[in-house]
């Protein structure tokens, strides 16, 4: 006999032995059974795991323990996400090495994601900051350099003078660096880039694509690309990009970015003083805040440009408004057409003129994307050291597939100096050019973890293969990812550029997918208990660890599934509604005591009994198919109720119960199980049967006029009554309603949705 009194403390630690030593969530990739990937962005090793990855891994584990009784094998791996910024900020701090500082980490997040009582098989986990990951890191980016998709060039580049580095456009919010805060400059940088505008134009979304990803998602990785068509046209040797040539006769002046290298020529000795000044001002100001431009500056070069389909001469300005890395860097200023021509024209009482809007002279065609290629290295230490060897007479060599992994040294001097960490370790630096054998230098740079977690998944398959990046032939049966949890912010970066990389790498013949992702389902935010983000700052932190040694980790997970939907709300920690969830666990355990043994067989489930069992099923279910896992556990919640009335409860429903608790509390339904005197796992058994003939057929009676008599009522049910194509086709079928229609169309039907349905003829 067992436990009297619910006491998650001896349950809980007791089956996370059992089915480790049981091997119980252990992945097979060559089973039979159909694979179901489920996935969650890999945690960044911030150091412990917040209750922030309890809520985003929380639902995702139930739906993977769902897919398992539902007969799927289920891959669902974890890994850390450990090169990177943060991590090197942070042991300077501590005065730690970063390695050091990230392995702890690991450690410890390791033994978190255990207390969770998850179903992941840890043995399929992938380091990004050891060798045996990065190694392929350099791999693939060999591949690209050898395509042409990664290459070196000098650009002004944001640059945060606090981390001393280089940061993509993303990762400036506001003008300041997203990690420290500083304010961003301007700085003329050789950096590395990926070629992400030679796959621009397969990376926009179609209006109707075969995976399932979020409408918003899509709309905004497609503005982030931001296709354009339009015409190259010519102005005295100034070439201008516009999407509206129809309009050139009502060009007035033209505008070019303060960088673009004509200015200087066609700025006249009048005019130099006051253009220099302007650039220099332009200097500070990030490509953000220029697009933003409010208030419109400017100045005029003192040069005039013929306009080619009225033939007059018309001003050349600067102003910052004109981007010099779009188009061609300069525009014609359309004042009647375009918004920010107008107010330029009003500021500068330039001429405003009309267009016939079908002057469009003969241009060179071009599409443009405002997506820039990707700047993939950092000047700093803590990530994949760049492959390539330095030769004054080779120029840019790859480093032979065979010398990889080019390992990051470990003595080394991170703290920032304006150059790169890398080169201050001589030693490490000095090699010979594989080609001409002479003395030649490494590549000093890292590259952002952003290339690390653009590939992770498919290394996830197999991570210890040695043959390449990853296992092609298991990725063919396991890939693409089924579904992709993970976080809003990753809406552009991250989630894109998993999608380049899956794109190239089916280029170069390793895969044979378009997308690596079938759905992707993007969690909301869980907030303090006072309704702002935690943060240590405001000491509004609630700490797993403390919740789960009051409560124990089924309360805390039955929690994060119920409090708030978990697609892309927000909503605060609340204290009482924990406590909430654990009397509803002591409840389900305390039902255990009121079950017939089976010796009353004969006691049998009653027409309503059977009605809640399979309501419940087929709605904990649908839930759950659509993560909807708040709602999922309501429906348990309402049928709790509802057995907690019954005198008895047949040990026949009390198991279905048990099944269907299961993926959100998979400790004390174990031990419930194993009570029932059940001998195998509760989390190995097949999800429970829906039989439809005992839900009952929700149907609501609609009304039908014809020329506003009643003729007919209709049983709708429920799933379609908003659908007034389906009404309406019910109705036009039904022989009472044709017989007043006389066989005419209807002229008009109205339709009051789970009321009257009206048709005139
Ligand atoms: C004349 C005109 C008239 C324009 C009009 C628009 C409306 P998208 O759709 O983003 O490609 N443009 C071109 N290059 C630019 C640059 N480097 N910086 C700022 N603006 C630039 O927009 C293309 C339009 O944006 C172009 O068409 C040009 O203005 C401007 F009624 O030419 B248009
Ligand atoms: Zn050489």
Request: glycine letters at 6%; a neutral charge.
């Amino acid at each position: 006999m067992g436990m009297k009194k619910y006491q998650p403390k001896l349950i809980e630690e007791k089956w996370q032995q059992l089915w480790e030593k049981d091997n119980l969530y252990k992945f097979d990739p060559e089973s039979s059974k159909q694979k179901f990937y489920n996935l969650v962005e890999l945690p960044y090793t911030s150091g412990d795991l917040h209750l922030g990855h309890w809520f985003a891994f929380t639902p995702p584990d139930a739906f993977a323990r769902y897919k398992r009784m539902k007969g799927f094998n289920v891959f669902y791996p974890v890994g850390y996400d450990s090169f990177g910024l943060p991590a090197e900020n942070a042991a300077l701090k501590r005065n730690l090495h970063p390695k050091d500082w990230t392995l702890s980490n690991i450690e410890s997040m390791q033994k978190q994601f255990y207390k969770m009582g998850t179903v992941i098989d840890c043995n399929y986990r992938i380091i990004t900051c050891l060798p045996a990951y990065y190694r392929w890191n350099q791999w693939i980016f060999i591949q690209m350099f050898k395509k042409g998709i990664a290459y070196l060039d000098k650009a002004l580049s944001n640059w945060c003078p606090s981390c001393q580095t280089v940061l993509a456009d993303e990762n400036v919010e506001a003008g300041k660096c997203w990690r420290c805060g500083t304010q961003i400059i301007k700085k003329e940088v050789e950096q590395w880039f990926l070629r992400l505008t030679a796959y621009a134009d397969q990376l926009i979304w179609p209006d109707n694509p075969k995976v399932n990803w979020p409408n918003s998602v899509r709309v905004g990785q497609n503005n982030w690309i931001g296709r354009s068509e339009g015409l190259i046209i010519d102005f005295s040797g100034i070439k201008v990009f516009t999407t509206k040539p129809e309009t050139v006769d009502g060009a007035t002046f033209l505008v070019l970015a303060p960088e673009h290298p004509k200015v200087k020529e066609l700025t006249t000795a009048e005019y130099k003083n006051d253009i220099e000044s302007y650039i220099k001002e332009v200097e500070s100001k990030s490509e953000q805040e220029r697009k933003e431009n409010k208030d419109k500056s400017g100045k005029f070069t003192g040069s005039y440009v013929k306009n080619p389909v009225t033939g007059e001469d018309i001003p050349v300005w600067i102003s910052d408004y004109v981007l010099y890395g779009y188009g061609t860097g300069a525009i014609m200023a359309v004042p009647v057409a375009d918004e920010r021509d107008l107010e330029f024209a009003k500021k500068f009482n330039l001429p405003i003129k009309e267009t016939s809007f079908k002057s469009t002279p003969a241009g060179e065609k071009k599409i443009n994307y405002h997506i820039h290629d990707w700047s993939i290295s950092r000047q700093r230490y803590w990530g994949t050291p760049v492959p390539i060897i330095h030769c004054d007479d080779c120029g840019l060599v790859p480093v032979p597939e065979e010398d990889l992994p080019v390992e990051l040294p470990y003595e080394v001097d991170f703290t920032p100096k304006g150059k790169p960490p890398l080169a201050t370790n001589e030693q490490w630096m000095k090699v010979r050019c594989p080609k001409c054998g002479k003395d030649a230098l490494r590549d000093s740079q890292t590259l952002d973890g952003f290339f690390d977690n653009s590939w992770y998944f498919l290394r996830y398959i197999d991570p210890v293969y040695t043959d390449g990046p990853f296992n092609a032939r298991l990725a063919e049966k396991l890939m693409p990812i089924d579904i992709y949890f993970g976080g809003a912010e990753h809406t552009l970066g991250h989630t894109l550029y998993a999608r380049f990389f899956t794109k190239f790498l089916k280029d170069i013949g390793l895969l044979k997918i378009d997308e690596f992702a079938l759905k992707r389902v993007q969690h909301g935010v869980i907030l303090g208990p006072d309704g702002h983000r935690m943060s240590k700052s405001r000491g509004n932190v609630v700490n797993p660890d403390d919740v789960i040694s009051e409560f124990g980790v089924d309360t805390v997970r039955v929690y994060l599934c119920f409090m708030m939907p978990y697609i892309e709300t927000t909503a605060p920690w609340s204290a009482s509604a924990i406590h909430g969830i654990y009397r509803f666990l002591n409840r389900v355990w305390d039902l255990q005591f009121k079950v017939q043994s089976s010796k009353f067989k004969a006691d049998k489930l009653s027409t309503q009994d059977l009605h809640m069992i399979h309501k419940t099923i087929q709605k904990v279910s649908s839930d759950i198919e659509e993560i909807s896992m708040n709602t999922a556990v309501a429906a348990l919640m309402e049928w709790l109720n509802y057995l907690s009335k019954k005198e008895k409860i047949s040990q026949e429903e009390y198991k279905i119960y048990l099944l269907l608790l299961a993926p959100f509390a998979p400790h004390i339904t174990e031990e419930l199980w194993h009570e029932l005197g059940e001998q195998g796992s509760i989390h190995s058994q097949s999800w429970p049967k829906l039989d439809e003939q005992y839900l009952e057929k929700e149907e609501v009676e609609v009304a039908v006029q014809v020329n506003g008599k009643l003729r007919e009522i209709l049983m709708i049910q429920k799933d379609i009554l908003n659908i007034q194509s389906d009404v309406e086709k019910m109705a036009l079928e039904s022989p009472k309603v044709q017989k007043f229609l006389e066989g005419k169309n209807p002229k008009k039907v109205i339709y009051i949705p789970g009321k009257i349905l009206s048709i005139v003829v």
